[in-house]
């Protein structure tokens, strides 16, 4: 919790002449923020994250909150005996796991979130992908080449999907109402078979579909790390596929920046990787000059 009554009235004067323009910047516009398992970490930085939510709500963003909970997932899926593997930075998903999946992401953390936020005095609504039809899922398809004979083969991934379709249609009204969606990535496909979306996706396919001005993605490092483990402030989209290939960014990263070069390419104006466990990460990234993270453009 932010006491204001510790700040000088200069320094507070300073502030303000810090975060107004910014805050106009923002106005009305809608910030999709994707709050992975990883950033969740203990209640304070709940409550502060959920602080955050609620702030720039009030200083008249249109905040869309999109969460993960993979670590959430694995705790679950431990407790019930149940083994997990990731293959390509995905959850091999059967149909007992995409059942835990749901359970633990459109329901427990999904109500968490909420709940924070309606203490800190919002008006959130928790959702997943298929109120409303709001994100249609097709099944993901993924190749593996040996690396001996060469041969490509399928890698089947269960029922892992991706976004395939986007209605805003319910959304749109929900904005309008001023409440503040929580969305957690579970989606039907078109034949209603429950399918487990990466979140990362699942925020980059919403911030596309509703033209957001930004896209934060909040984990648990700093953002976009070079070899020597330090911070790179700014990247464009070239600049990430070089460091792709060059393996400077490998594992949980790869599908965030991919997420990221699709976002850009649906008219997102910038996405910024940062580090969910700094108290206040998303005020200070959109309300101050400093920012922080990895800031990505076109
Ligand atoms: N160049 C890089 N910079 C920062 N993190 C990287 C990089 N390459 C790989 N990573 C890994 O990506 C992880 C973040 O992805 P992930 O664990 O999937 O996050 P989340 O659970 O928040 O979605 C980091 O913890 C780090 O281990
Ligand atoms: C297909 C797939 O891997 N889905 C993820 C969904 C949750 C997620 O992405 O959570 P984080 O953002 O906390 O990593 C999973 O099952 O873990």
Redesign the pocket.
């Known amino acids: 919790m932010i006491n204001p009554a510790l700040l000088t009235p200069s320094q507070s004067a300073d502030l303000l002449v810090v975060a107004l323009p910014h805050m106009q910047r923002y106005d009305q516009e809608v910030v999709v923020i994707?709050y992975?398992?990883?950033?969740m970490g203990d209640a304070a930085t709940a409550e502060d994250f959920a602080e955050d939510i609620v702030l720039l709500e009030q200083s008249g963003v249109k905040p869309v909150v999109c969460h993960?909970g993979?670590?959430q997932i694995a705790r679950m899926l431990t407790k019930l005996g149940i083994k997990s593997e990731f293959k390509q930075?995905l959850r091999v998903t059967d149909q007992a796991t995409v059942e835990i999946v749901e359970m633990v992401l459109a329901g427990s953390v999904n109500k968490e979130i909420v709940g924070y936020i309606s203490r800190e005095g919002g008006k959130a609504i928790g959702l997943c992908g298929k109120d409303g039809n709001m994100v249609t899922a097709r099944k993901v398809t993924r190749t593996i080449v040996d690396p001996d004979s060469k041969i490509e083969e399928i890698l089947d991934l269960g029922f892992v999907g991706e976004p395939d379709k986007v209605d805003t249609t319910v959304l749109d009204a929900v904005l309008k109402a001023e409440l503040i969606p929580v969305l957690a990535p579970v989606c039907s496909a078109a034949d209603g078979q429950t399918y487990n979306v990466?979140?990362?996706t699942f925020a980059g396919a919403i911030a596309g579909a509703l033209n957001a001005k930004r896209l934060l993605?909040?984990?648990?490092?700093?953002?976009?790390?070079?070899?020597d483990?330090e911070l790179?402030p700014e990247l464009t989209v070239e600049e990430c596929r070089r460091?792709i290939a060059d393996g400077?960014?490998?594992?949980?990263?790869?599908?965030?920046i991919e997420t990221c070069i699709y976002a850009l390419e649906k008219g997102v104006e910038a996405v910024v990787?940062l580090d969910?466990k700094v108290p206040h990460a998303a005020l200070i990234e959109l309300f101050t000059d400093t920012g922080s993270g990895?800031i990505i453009r076109r």
């Open positions: 994707k992975g398992g990883n950033a993960g993979g670590p930075g990466n979140a990362d993605l909040l984990t648990d490092v700093p953002g976009v790390l070079n070899k483990k790179i460091l400077t960014i490998s594992g949980g990263m790869i599908p965030k990787i969910g990895t």
